[in-house]
């Protein structure tokens, strides 16, 4: 061998090697001190007791193991999000979609085949968990990557709050907040550090860099750029792309960018990146938010910062983005229209709906009804009135046309698939027009829509399973904008068998694991969760306000504990107990 070898040719040495391996972390998941931005010092969510936690790294055709040990005093899940989990529908995480949660004092390994390559992140999957700090990189190796470079980068960008994220969601879904406004982030970090500690990125003369920029946001967009560099988008979401100069990019939360960037030839001189939350979606911004985060590119230690004449800002849409492998556009079999609305339901609470139904969560978790209803399992109404079960058949492709009428933005993510991106535009989507996509569209796992436009997504059916489609904004996710793909649950039937630990740990939380959304038979589905429902055409503010009323001295008379918590297990336990399922099924 001539010279040293750079550390990325190392890297890949080292990953060609190991190959075909089990790759196992311990994940001790509980409560730990820390102060990120150097603001405040709170009680966060760590990983074997620190904060951040640490990043996972796996390699194409291994399998990533991660011995979980759930010690909060709540159920936790994992969601390694983007993974297809072909055949293991049970360790995507959602929590009463396809896992009754780990109980606290208990383990679960998730054995996770990696048969995907590219950037992508894993975080809990249960209440607002993810917004305390159980949230962390996962970098799928590519032993053959297509770019070219010298070094590789994780750069992760998250909101920040100070306060517990349970707290921030009973202010949330409060009927007090009858508008439905997201708590503002107290700060962002960039790199984990935030505050007056900015991240310092080391580069070298010459050198190209992959910079991976995942965004792990509760609600914040960022808008990422170098002073002095221009960037190349090759990747999105874990799709490979042709290369795409731009001078800035946008992430959603949820989303993943890798750039290139190559350094320049002189260390006269250091720069600042920028990473800039989008303000748009605060409805206030409190007084010292600093929403603009810049890092240091530091050639040389103590070299002066070049201020540049200003950044390239002008937008860039992936729907221009050419995956590498050419996969050409999908037809469609089956196509579903999704209208995005936000609105005061009948409970008093603002909430996020598909097509006028707000997501409540099921006695038996969607996967279980999938797998116990035989026949019965095709027939969408068995996953009950709150679900938005949607059903689509094995290697069907699948047209989702989804018009946002909110006057927010939303980034939705689909579990289990990537989808291409046929079209953009002004919504409502006109179905009798018929879109012409691009030869090979973009694919990537998480789509923002803008506030009155639509997309026009496609994916094929080909990984049965049940899979949440849902906004990202982990507000917005607790308001009910989520819905249920069951893809093939005559297939899933067939091929996947629920590790006893899983059935287990359902029993454990006394929740059922046969039967439709009450946990009955047929559809029997007396006792499954309904409403709350939009207030009838016409009704007055007036109204609504006497209703609300109504609703609120009912539920502090009864349930309380309803009230508060409806995604909580303890609200799930209470309207259980009212309606005990068949015996049968427990
Ligand atoms: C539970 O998980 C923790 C954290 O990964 C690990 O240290 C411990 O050995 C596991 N316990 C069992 C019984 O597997
Ligand atoms: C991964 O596995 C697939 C299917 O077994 C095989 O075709 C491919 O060459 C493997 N890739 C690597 C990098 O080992
Ligand atoms: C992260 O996602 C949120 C929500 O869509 C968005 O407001 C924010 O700008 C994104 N951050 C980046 C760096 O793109
Ligand atoms: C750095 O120098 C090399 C060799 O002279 C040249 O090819 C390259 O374009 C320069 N790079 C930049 C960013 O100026
Ligand atoms: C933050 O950055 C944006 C560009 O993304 C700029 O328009 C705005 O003026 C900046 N605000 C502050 C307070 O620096
Ligand atoms: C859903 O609610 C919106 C907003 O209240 C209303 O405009 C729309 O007509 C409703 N759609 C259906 C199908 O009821
Ligand atoms: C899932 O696995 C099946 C074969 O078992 C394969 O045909 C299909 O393409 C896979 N789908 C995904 C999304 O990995
Ligand atoms: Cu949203």
Redesign the pocket.
């Known amino acids: 061998m001539r010279g040293p070898l750079s550390s990325a040719a190392l890297a890949t040495l080292l990953l060609a090697l190991a190959h075909a391996a089990d790759v196992t972390y311990y994940w001790d998941i509980g409560y730990v001190t820390a102060n990120p931005d150097g603001q405040k010092e709170r009680q966060v969510i760590g990983v074997n007791g620190a904060w951040p936690p640490p990043q996972l790294h796996v390699t194409l055709n291994d399998t990533l193991v991660i011995e979980a040990r759930n010690s909060l005093d709540s159920p936790t899940t994992l969601h390694a999000h983007g993974m297809y989990q072909n055949g293991t529908n049970y360790y995507d995480g959602p929590y009463m979609v396809t896992q009754c949660g780990i109980p606290p004092g208990q383990n679960m390994t998730y054995r996770i085949p990696i048969i995907q390559t590219g950037t992508y992140w894993i975080h809990a999957h249960y209440s607002a968990q993810y917004v305390d700090g159980i949230r962390a990189p996962l970098i799928l190796h590519n032993p053959k990557e297509p770019h070219q470079y010298d070094d590789d980068i994780v750069l992760t960008m998250e909101d920040w709050y100070h306060d517990q994220a349970s707290d921030l969601l009973q202010d949330f879904l409060s009927w007090r907040n009858p508008g439905g406004a997201e708590p503002v982030p107290n700060g962002a970090l960039i790199g984990s550090v935030g505050g007056s500690t900015q991240k310092v990125i080391a580069f070298s003369p010459g050198k190209t860099y992959r910079l991976r920029l995942i965004n792990m946001s509760a609600l914040s967009m960022f808008?990422f750029s170098i002073d002095g560099h221009t960037m190349q988008v090759i990747e999105v979401d874990g799709v490979d792309t042709e290369p795409m100069t731009v001078g800035n990019v946008r992430l959603a939360a949820a989303q993943r960018t890798s750039v290139l960037v190559t350094a320049l030839n002189s260390t006269d001189h250091n720069y600042v990146f920028?990473a800039?939350m989008d303000t748009d979606m605060f409805d206030n911004i409190p007084a010292g938010l600093n929403?603009?985060s810049t890092g240091v590119i530091q050639y040389r230690k103590g070299a002066d910062i070049k201020i540049s004449d200003g950044v390239d800002?002008s937008p860039f849409s992936d729907i221009d983005l050419v995956p590498l492998d050419g996969m050409p556009a999908l037809g469609f079999d089956v196509t579903y229209a999704l209208d995005v609305y936000f609105n005061q339901y009948t409970d008093a609470l603002n909430h996020g709906t598909f097509n006028n139904i707000t997501y409540v969560m099921p006695k038996v978790p969607s996967m279980f009804t999938a797998l116990s209803m035989g026949a019965d399992a095709l027939n969408p109404a068995v996953y009950g009135p709150q679900t938005n079960a949607h059903l689509v058949g094995h290697l069907q492709d699948v047209q989702l046309v989804v018009n946002n009428f909110d006057a927010g933005n939303h980034p939705f993510h689909l579990h289990g698939h990537h989808f291409q991106l046929i079209e953009r535009g002004p919504a409502p989507y006109d179905p009798t027009y018929n879109p012409r996509p691009k030869t090979a569209p973009a694919r990537r796992d998480t789509v923002t829509i803008p506030s009155m436009e639509y997309v026009v997504l496609r994916f094929r059916a080909d990984n049965p399973g049940t899979w949440l489609f849902h906004c990202h904004i982990e507000w917005h996710i607790e308001g009910g904008l989520n819905m249920v793909i069951v893809e093939a649950p005559d297939v899933m039937q067939q091929r996947i068998r629920v590790p006893q630990l899983i059935l287990d740990q359902c029993k454990a939380a006394g929740i059922p694991t046969l039967g439709n959304a009450a946990g009955r038979e047929g559809l029997d589905l007396r006792g499954a969760p309904e409403g709350p429902y939009p207030y009838p055409l016409g009704w007055t503010r007036k109204a609504k306000g006497a209703m609300a009323g109504c609703v609120l001295s009912a539920l502090v008379g009864f349930a309380t504990i309803v009230w508060y918590g409806w995604s909580s297990q303890q609200s799930y336990r209470a309207v259980a107990a009212e309606e005990p399922a068949d015996e049968r099924f427990n």
Request: charged letters at 15%; proline letters at 0%.
């Open positions: 808008h920028h800039d929403y603009n800002w």
